[in-house]
């Protein structure tokens, strides 16, 4: 059974950081995809980011280019989402996904969820 358990979500005021981590389990994700996704209140899910697990592709959603970062480390079953210069339109639960493979990174085309974690960007 595959568990994505998201954390490091928090209040932070505009203009700062956070990481947020996705801790993978259950099964081998060397060939996967992992994905960052957001969602704010009254707003449909949007894909932020996403990485092969070899780490040999990356996606970036036009918002976050230059300001995110998606990385993973294999020892760890862990993604990451850095996040800097953030903006008070980046609230949001974040969700960490995967799929099996990069044949589309439609929202609704991604086999695991996590239950997310709240980004809260203040003014």
């Known amino acids: 059974q595959v568990q994505l358990v998201e954390s490091g979500g928090g209040l932070v005021q505009a203009g700062g950081s956070l990481r947020l981590s996705c801790a993978a389990s259950?099964?081998?994700?060397?060939?996967?995809?992992m994905g960052w996704f957001r969602q704010a209140p009254g707003k449909e899910r949007e894909r932020v980011a996403a990485?092969?697990?070899?780490?040999?592709?990356?996606y970036y959603a036009d918002s976050v280019k230059g300001r995110f970062t998606i990385s993973r480390d294999n020892a760890k079953n862990t993604v990451y989402l850095q996040m800097n210069s953030l903006k008070p339109e980046d609230t949001a639960v974040y969700y960490c996904?995967?799929?099996?493979?990069?044949?589309?990174?439609?929202?609704?085309?991604?086999?695991?969820w996590g239950k997310g974690t709240l980004v809260t960007v203040s003014s």
């Open positions: 996904a995967c799929r099996a493979n990069w044949d589309t990174l439609d929202t609704r085309h991604w086999d695991y």
């Open positions: 259950g099964r081998t994700f060397s060939n996967y995809v």
């Open positions: 990485i092969r697990w070899t780490g040999s592709r990356t």
